[in-house]
Nanobody, 129 residues
C-alpha cells in the first residue's frame, strides 16, 4: 500500500489550497482516513478524519469551519480543502489510512496517529502573513 500526497505550496494568509492523497490498493473503501500535520519543533497532530464511506468526519478545533475533508472511493483519493489559511497552518501535511476500520461501523474514524497503518510522504504547506 502506498499513499501519495500532493497539493501543498506557498500561499498568503487568507488563501486556499486543496491537498490530495492518492492510494494504491484495492481496499481503499474499507479504510478510515486522516490528515495529520507537523509544524517545525512540534508534535504531529490530527487535522481531520473521515469514515469509510465519508458519512462521518472529525475536525480539530483549530481548523473547524475552514478545512473540509472528503474522499472519492472510486478514485482511491482523499482530499483536504483548506480555506482561510493562517500562518499557524504552516506544516508538513500527511495523509494516513487505518485499515482496522473494516471491523467497525461505517461511522468509525480515529484521531490517534498510532491507529493508522499507512502513511503518505507528506506535502509542505507554507502560509505567509
Amino acid at each position: 500500500v502506498q499513499l501519495q500526497a500532493s497539493g501543498g505550496g506557498l500561499v498568503q494568509a487568507g488563501g486556499s489550497l486543496r491537498l490530495s492523497c492518492v492510494a494504491s490498493g484495492r481496499t481503499f473503501s474499507e479504510w478510515a482516513l486522516g490528515w495529520f500535520r507537523q509544524a517545525p519543533g512540534k508534535e504531529r497532530e490530527i487535522v481531520a478524519a473521515i469514515s469509510r464511506r465519508g458519512g462521518s468526519t472529525y475536525y480539530s478545533e483549530s481548523v473547524k469551519g475552514r478545512f473540509a475533508i472528503s474522499r472519492d472511493n472510486a478514485k482511491n483519493t482523499l482530499y483536504l480543502q483548506q480555506n482561510s489559511l493562517k500562518p499557524e497552518d504552516t506544516a508538513v501535511y500527511y495523509c494516513a489510512a487505518d485499515e482496522s476500520a473494516k471491523y467497525y461501523s461505517d461511522s468509525y474514524w480515529h484521531t490517534g496517529a498510532d491507529e493508522y497503518d499507512y502513511w503518505g510522504q507528506g506535502t509542505l504547506v507554507t502560509v505567509s502573513s
